[in-house]
C-alpha cells in the first residue's frame, strides 16, 4: 500500500514536471513570435517656440482647393495658433471677429514611414463643432490624388459627440462616409491624456487607445482600392471647425485646444521603413 502510494506520488509529481516544461516551452514560443518594435522616430516636445521646422510642415489656408471639407477655418503657422509650450505641442482654434483659424501640421517630405507602431499622446479639445484628428495620408498623393492614396484615421473626434473617438480608413473601395471604421469611448478625452495607437503591417491595421484593441481592418483580397497600404505615410495633426463631419458650430464656442504630449514612430527591429 506504501510503495504503490509513492509510485503514484512519483508518477505524478513527473506529470505534473512534464506538463510544465511543455507550458514552458510554449510560452517561450509564444515569445518569440511577439514583434519586436524599436522606436525609430519622435517628437517629445521639449523646445518651446515653433514646432521642429525639420519635422513639421504646414498646410496653410482654407483647403478650397479640394481638401478642405467645407470646414469654416483657415490654417495658419501663426504662434497662436501652434506652438511649444511646457513640454507640448499645443494647437489652439480660435474664433475672432466670426473668423476661425487653426493649424494643421504633416511630416510629409520630411519623415514618411511604411508599417509600424505609431502612437500619440493627447488631450482632445471639446466644443459642438470641433473636429480634431490624427491621422496619416499616402505620400504618392501628389500624383494619385485621394481616395487613391489611402487615409488613416488613428484618431478622430467630433464635438457634438463628445467622448466618441473613432478610426477610420478612407481608399478607392470606400471613402468619405467609409464602412471602414470603428468607434470607443473615451469619457475624459478633454481632461485627461490618453494614447492614440495604430499597430500596420503588411497584413491588418490595429486601432487602439491606451493599448486596448477596438478595431481591425484587414480585408481579405487586398488590391490598390482596398489596400493602398504597403507604401510610405506622412502624419498629419489638425483641429477643423465645423465642416461635412464637424458639422453646425456652436455659436457661443470661441476656442479649443488639442495637447500632444508626444507622437512616436516605432517599426520590427530589422524591418526599418523610413523615408526622409
Not at 198 to 217: A, G, N
Request: charged share 20%.
Amino acid at each position: 500500500m506504501c510503495a504503490y502510494s509513492k509510485t503514484t506520488s512519483y508518477k505524478k509529481i513527473l506529470m505534473h514536471i512534464s506538463l510544465l516544461l511543455i507550458a514552458l516551452q510554449f510560452f517561450s514560443c509564444a515569445l518569440e513570435k511577439e514583434p519586436a518594435y524599436e522606436l525609430v522616430w519622435s517628437d517629445d516636445f521639449t523646445k518651446n517656440g515653433a514646432p521642429d521646422s525639420t519635422f513639421w510642415t504646414y498646410d496653410i489656408g482654407t483647403g478650397s482647393n479640394g481638401w478642405g471639407n467645407n470646414e469654416i477655418q483657415s490654417y495658419t503657422r501663426d504662434p497662436k495658433n501652434v506652438r511649444v509650450e511646457n513640454d507640448l505641442l499645443i494647437i489652439d482654434a480660435i474664433k475672432e471677429n466670426d473668423q476661425w483659424t487653426s493649424a494643421r501640421l504633416k511630416t510629409q517630405g520630411r519623415n514618411e514611414w511604411q508599417y509600424g507602431k505609431i502612437e500619440f499622446r493627447a488631450k482632445l479639445p471639446q466644443g459642438v463643432g470641433t473636429w480634431p484628428a490624427l491621422w496619416m495620408l499616402g505620400n504618392d498623393i501628389p500624383t494619385v490624388g485621394w481616395p487613391a492614396c489611402g487615409e488613416i484615421d488613428i484618431m478622430e473626434h467630433v464635438g457634438r459627440n463628445p467622448g466618441v473617438v473613432q478610426s477610420a480608413l478612407h481608399n478607392s473601395s470606400s471613402y468619405g462616409d467609409t464602412f471602414n471604421k470603428g468607434e470607443t469611448s473615451v469619457p475624459d478625452f478633454h481632461s485627461a491624456f490618453h494614447i492614440y495607437q495604430l499597430i500596420w503591417d503588411q497584413h491588418k491595421m490595429d486601432f487602439l487607445v491606451d493599448d486596448k484593441l477596438f478595431y481591425t481592418y484587414a480585408p481579405q483580397e487586398k488590391t490598390d482600392a482596398t489596400w493602398p497600404y504597403n507604401k510610405p505615410y506622412f502624419i498629419i495633426m489638425n483641429i477643423a471647425i465645423g465642416g461635412g463631419f464637424g458639422g453646425q458650430v456652436d455659436p457661443q464656442l470661441k476656442h479649443a485646444r488639442m495637447e500632444i504630449d508626444y507622437v512616436k514612430v516605432y517599426q520590427r527591429s530589422g524591418k526599418i521603413s523610413q523615408t526622409n
